[in-house]
């Protein structure tokens, strides 16, 4: 294997976001200091940008939205290219289980048999249990005695603990679960090995209800993509199970993280997976199935399939609707508490940079410049999710901190410049709250008073932003910096459906 520069071992890039994010803060401080010209210029194109990627969203969002309305009309059971193709795909719906209640297990399974697809029989759901969860293991019996006689197959999967090389995520478990599925269909005579190209894995988290045309959609979309599988297939995530109990915060992020997926979708060369998606069993292979040891299996997903198939990879957007479980406990301060370990999770992707970067140097099919720009990509999406509100909060007041320009004309006008473009900035959040409630109304029970609390809510996202957001990044790098790294999956409470 190639020697790593010292540069890219991981001692050092495990230091190398909190680093470059303390470097950022500085940045304007010292330009300012050697050359007045050049820290305002640099102040100037910050904010720039950042009102240019405000707007950019926006259009992106609604183009991504009109899409998935489009597919919401569409009638797949009239498609040529679904009737003839679909009854050759094998649906495998991996679900992962540990304290999740019975009933919301149940929603799940209940929601994938309410689908209109032509070919149901082509389903298999793999229940996959925890044993160091003994209820998991007794709630999927129930599940499949109760379903038994539906057309799809229920199998239950129990990953044992302590298996070598694996850690208590979400990757370890899954794996275990596919690949074990895979050994009782090769011993099953009456079924026969799967076929890696044509079946198709979705991973979904248990609290997921799939719309009614979710396997038409996915199927399709499967179907009619060239080399489909160097790609991994997108859905769409809208928390909208619990909207009418969710706290104002829990909503404001779990509704951000929604229009974040729809901006996102229309970046093809960046997206990336998230939370719920699928593959092909070939494409699974490839790349040795899912990471046993990392927090955030998703994201890494991405970027073990990439490098498997030497860069020939993307995620494909499939405007296919799961809908989900927002952040929800018995009270509130267990809620915040429960909402801060699930974005520190997701912002625990810092350490793709680690994978990443050597990766990239190690192999030679890719072309260099791909790899700049993905490794610029990566690093600036971990550095802004930390520190690109707070950087952008006071950074226009930067100037006043220097006794030599306080008589300057800049003190003034830097910091009312700045507060005139986040009025208006601020004024478009009535974009995202008026498109929170059309979203809502199609897949949660909205009442009077919701409509109000929706636009409301969203004056507070300069405060969420500064706050629930940026601390849990600020702490996943800080903890990579200092090595005191996440040990294990923090799986975030569900409750009770009834």
Known sequence: MKKLPLLLRPSILTKLPIL???????????LIKLNYQLGLFFIALYISYWTIKVFESYYYVIRSYFELLDYGRRNFNENEIL?????????????????????????????????????????????????RAPEAEEHSKAIIAKFSREKIEIVSVIHPAGLPGEGKVKGSNITHAVREYERLREADPAHGKLDPHNTFVSTI??????????????TYRFVTTEFRDQAIFQYTPVYSNNWSQGHFFARLIAMGTTLWQLFESQNPEFYRNFAVYGQSLLCLQKSDYWSRTSIVEDGLQYWRSYFAWDGM???????????MDLVDETNLWRTITSQYKQLRRWSWGCTDIEF????????RHIPRW???????????NHLFWAGGSLMLFFIGYIPGIFESLRTSIAVLTVPFASSIIFTILFSTVVFPGLLSIHIMKRYAKLRKRDYVFCMLQWMLVPMLTLTLFSIPA???????????????????AKMKRN
């Open 205 to 218: 988290d248990t609290d997921t209800r799939v719309e009614k045309n979710f396997f038409s959609i996915v």
């Open 83 to 131: 009737l003839k193709s679909g009854a050759h795909v094998h649906h495998v719906v991996v679900v992962p289980i540990y304290t999740e209640p019975y009933d919301v297990i149940e929603d799940n399974v209940n929601a994938i048999l309410a689908n209109d697809f032509p070919f149901m029989d082509r389903i298999t759901v793999l229940l996959a249990t925890e044993s």
């Open 356 to 363: 990443v970067l050597p990766q990239f140097y190690r192999n």
């Open 20 to 30: 470059l994010l303390v470097a950022i803060f500085i940045t304007p401080v010292v």
């Open 313 to 323: 990879f993307r995620i494909v957007n499939v405007p296919a609707v799961c809908r």
């Open 474 to 492: 600020m702490e996943s790098q800080i903890r990579l910096f200092v090595g005191k790294r996440l040990d294990s999956f923090d799986t975030t």
């Open 370 to 380: 791909d790899k700049i720009r993905k490794s610029v990509y990566l690093v600036q």
